[in-house]
């Protein structure tokens, strides 16, 4: 590896050999050190990897005000949650985490309480990132003695989601929020149509946003999107079959339509009127 930038003597920037650029940390290990210096790799201690808004300069100067057992806690949910949640929390999680875990463990000693929009939709909409959230309070008060309060599950959850639309930060948080927002209208979309209560731990709701996530995370990934014009015969048996929750699931890609620009067309409007049907069917 290779010194691309020195921001003090304990951090600086690296090409990592690939074309990659990393910061790293370690004591002293940005002394006397002078861009294309070799990095005197027995002095890294922690290496972090940039991405989003998450910029270089920004881990740099997050790393001056986190206090390294918080850092060391943020690493260590980080690894539980790659382990439980699956491969795409990636090290891009790791500075956005740690930073709001640090800011959160300072308004707690300080009895500082804040509120977070979208509470009920994250609690309800994403209970495996929930779960795995509130374990993570369990942690963080055993390590560190201060019990956050129960909501804190709310923004934990959240960086675990934005991870799986290949974010990490706080800029391509608010991504998550409008993905959020629109899950909800959805669920209103059939409430309405249909004059229904669905029973939003129910195992119908839960497919239905799996299936509207993947829906995302193709759309961020510049995936194409199910279009119009193939499968008629398909999409005229389900909307004969299923009238209203066609009808639902056009709603809905209109919606999407609206807010997001997407060309959601005739195939993914058949997916998810299958889907509104088995909410519906769910709900009695």
């Keep these: 590896m290779r010194v691309v930038r020195v921001f003090n003597n304990n951090v600086l920037l690296a090409d990592d050999g690939t074309g990659a ?43 001056e005000d986190i206090p390294p057992s918080d850092l060391d806690l943020a690493q260590r949910i980080v690894d539980e949650a790659r382990a439980e949640l699956g491969p795409h929390i990636t090290a891009h999680v790791l500075m956005p985490l740690a930073d709001h875990l640090s800011y959160a463990l300072r308004r707690a000693r300080a009895g500082t309480e804040i509120a977070y929009p979208l509470q009920w939709e994250v609690l309800h909409l994403y209970p495996r990132e929930v779960a795995f959230a509130r374990r993570c309070l369990a942690e963080v008060a055993s390590a560190t003695g201060v019990r956050l309060p129960d909501l804190e599950a709310v923004p934990l959850a959240l960086h675990f989601v ?28 059939v409430r309405a149509l249909h004059g229904c209560v669905l029973d939003e731990e129910s195992l119908e709701v839960a497919r239905f946003v799996t299936h509207l996530r993947y829906l995302f995370v193709r759309q961020a990934r510049g995936e194409a999107v199910s279009g119009g014009g193939s499968g008629a015969a398909l999409r005229e048996a389900v909307r004969g079959e299923h009238p209203r929750a066609f009808d639902s699931a056009v709603a809905i890609a209109g919606l999407l339509r609206g807010r997001f620009g997407w060309g959601v067309g005739g195939e993914e409007e058949v997916y998810l009127a299958l889907h509104v049907a088995r909410l519906v069917e769910g709900a009695g």
């Design 21 to 63: 650029e990393v910061v790293l940390m370690g004591r002293g290990i940005g002394f006397q050190a002078r861009p294309g210096d070799a990095v005197r790799e027995d002095d890294v201690e922690r290496t972090f990897v940039a991405g989003g808004s998450t910029t270089p300069e920004h881990i740099a100067a997050l790393l």
């Design 162 to 189: 934005n991870a799986q639309l290949g974010g990490g930060d706080g800029g391509e948080m608010a991504r998550t929020f409008e993905m959020t927002e629109a899950f909800a209208a959805a669920l209103g979309i």
